[in-house]
């Protein structure tokens, strides 16, 4: 029935007199004047390319403006104006970009002086209508710089964007999330689960991990426009950047390519850190396009075959294992234009990626595991265009599977080590990876837009609605691997029995390396809970110090020892495991629908684009219920931009907007795996020598997690000001102030936040909300906090209950961006930035569920919980150019500097991610009453400890084009890191050190200097 309403509303568009514009097309205003500069009215004014079946034709007004809509991305436009009595003026090339609109002033003079007026003009490089934040990275920039060949490596090219570790390729940007409680390899760090990827209009970014979802051959690509701030009600809004391909369709004469490149051994410098580490690539790309019917239908395909094999090396220089990654990726695009008014087009894309290994050399061969990855993704669209109207429909859909198989079946058995103890990642990982995981990631969607143009007589204006209705599912079928299926953590002997107390770090001066168990007290009470009557009797009278009848967190912690081996799968001393007790497919995903109306009104020099954007999420669980259904949200974004000489060439603006950050399904497998795989979290009692449950994953029987009636969706909120000026001669200069602060930030909560039955204040505080005073208060919030009247209505079957941050969470960002650009024109083109950035606030969650529910001392609240965000680059420059000679030969080059990654000192890990370093101090509160964590908090310098250890990275490429005839060929050498400079990236930030790391020792390097050779016959 929802679908089927949506639809309805989709359909009446077609009549509505309300408008949209799209955002896979942009536009073209022509003021069109006399010689004496008075406005000619009644003028024609057309726009075609051979790049495009898209060909407009409008009329000026009053004023003499016209404006042509809906118009694809492309280059070359030639535009036409004529008026009887006057001659004709043509202007070529025009570039129209995706989202923006370009302006033109044309001059008519009278017909006696001349028949026709060919002018050769630059393209407008600035919209000083919007303040749109940003960049387009055309086919221009991308083919003469040394690049990855991704369309993810390009968004280097991006000002603001920062680098990203290892394999990570989901660059931050802004405010967008760069650092997510690092896990012991780092690939957490400098990656973004903030941003949005769209190709052809189908949303391809991971619903689960807010990454890129889809690969691609980058030949097909006619232009990618990223966002990276001041969106307009018309996009959705994110922390991070917005990227947005546009495919090639082909045209009325054929054409295509045929490439080849290739990276190996011999083109790589030593390795100075890892000698052994080693590795070659191969890729093959076809194209080919053309016309189906000329000047009506055309075609464009590609087919990509790539092959990377690579020899993995540990932390100590010992070869490991060969890796091979394998790749096919295919694309066909068909565009139809059946009438002058109506387009018709499909696009289909397939990305199948296999791998035999794991490239992670922090994963010994033991834990090696292989992969499969890709899938299809297709969209089918329609555009309409009828005098000041534009009507598009489209519909999508989006498949991804992301399979992991270990190559060995045996048990996982992490391993936890004393304070002060090395030890490699060899040692920290034993047995298998652990689970066989078999997922598929899914989103189609429908979408209708409608824009209409119209003048009142006080500036034109452009009225723009649109309707996207999207369905996600998540489609899970996992098994953990042994007999008994089960994944351990177990403790490396210390010649001696070992308190619980040691192992999280209240009895002693630091916690072991792994302390999932007691963390929080969740851990500690479900245990208790999970004793029977005869087994609590037991620990009753080996633990009761002081012979209440009860057994409180104290004398649990100062009393639990471990020291057994019986039945551990490596004869290590057991702490916990995973236990397996049903296997079982899970289904369950998410529904949105996204509204939004937005009016772009242009008055003299005034311009002015007011939107409210209207977005609710409901998630679905396996079972069919709905589990968790947001208020409708509205964020209001409106942006003024002056044109200060009139003449289009420079502005100052203001933008104020919001951006809801939804869930995201990471949330519904959390909380809606209701029918799939149970298991049950058990810790070795070694008084009772058995596992005894401390908490259910997964199941009816305790649901895992639960989504709180009283619940928020995250906010950013961003002010940016704005000067950009045309400086002429295809030069651009742009100045962004920015402000973000993002709020309502959403975490999972521990019980002993909200259930008074684990929770007793003795201290005499007042139970409830507000932060904890020197008066006795608490961090417990109560029922009413989360949207409960009462105790009574908290369902008592759950782990953890989803909500929001108290008030108080925030994540601040300000910065600065400076931008010079010069496109392409007398044979070379520059991209310059320079970004400074500062960020504090006091959670990095975001809805990853971080421990700031379950850790007292990263409550947002707690004692030295506020401080500068890891992950944080204070300052990055960088500058790309080349230059081509008209004998052929082109140079071109890439440089990126940045300060370095800034992050916490971290004193242990749990969950398989870092916590920063604590200190045993006395506060004027207690975290919660009854001991354990109130006088342990963290340090006062660990957030934001280090500053990061700068670096720059050069890379350059020299090409040939040889031209025979109606063909050219390329030949191209790309050299990354010319300078061999391979310089630390990523320290230890671990205080123990860990992985065969010390404390402060480089753990990722800038790879050393490498040879990309390849050709390419484009015909």
Sequence with gaps: MRRFLILTALALLVISPAAFGQAQRGSISVTVVDTDGGALPGATVSAESDQSLTRRTAISNATGEARLVAIDPATNYVVTVSLDGFSTARVEPVAVRAGQGTRLRVTLQLAEITEELIVTAESPLVDVTKTQAGQDITLQLTESLPTQRSYLGYLQLVPGVQDTLGDSDNPASRSGVNYRDADREGGDVGRSSDNLYYFDGINTTDRTDGIAGADLNTEIIQEQSVITGAIPAEFIGVPGLVSNVVTKSGGNQFSGSVSYYLQNDSLVESNKHFTDDSFSTFGTAVTLGGPIVRDKAWFFGSFLQFELERDVVNEEDVFLRTVTESADQGFFKATWAFTGSDVLSGTYLTDPTDRDGDFDRSRPNSADRSRERGGERWSLGYNRVWGGAALELAATDHEADRNLTPLNQAPRNDVSFAPGVAFTSGQASLGGSGTNIEVNRSTDAVRGSLE???????????????????TSTLFENPSTTGSPPATYLSLSPTGGQILLCEIVGTCSDNPWSEVDFGVSTDEVFGFTEG??????????????????GILDQDEILNNMTFGSTSGNPDGLINYTRDLQTQAGISKKGSESTHYYIQDSWQWNKWSVNAGLRAEDTTFIADNGDDVGTWDTEVAPRISVSYDLKGDGRSSVGVFYGEYYDAFRDTAIDFAGSLTGRVIEEQVYVEALDDWVRFRFRGGTAVQDAFFAPRIATPVTEELQLQYKRDLGNNMMFEINLIDRETTDIGEDYGSFYYNADQY???????????PPTASGGTFFLGPQFFGFSSFSEIPTNLNFLIGTLPDGNFRDWQGLELVFRKRYSNNWQLLASLNIADAEGNSNSDANFDGAGDVVFLDPRAPNRTGTLPGLVEQLFKVHGSYNWDNGFQVGSSYRWNSGIILNRNGSQAFSRSLPDRVDVDFPFGGFPGGGFDDTWLAADALGFFDGRSYGVLDVRGAYV??????????????FNLLDNQDVIRIQDLVPGGDGFAFMEGITFVPPRRYFLGARLRF
């Excluded at 006080?458 to 309707?467: C, M, N, P, R, S």
């Excluded at 007793?760 to 909300?769: I, M, Q």
């Design 452 to 470: 209409y143009l119209f003048d009142t007589g006080w500036g034109d204006h452009a009225l723009k609605f649109g309707i996207v209705d999207s």
């Design 531 to 548: 004793l029977t009557a005869a087994q609590l009797a037991t620990l009753l009278g080996l633990w009761d110090d002081n012979n209440n």
């Design 760 to 770: 007793v204040n003795s201290a005499g505080g007042t139970l409830g909300g507000g």
């Design 962 to 975: 040889w031209t025979v005839g109606d063909m050219e060929v390329d030949f191209f050498l790309d050299v």
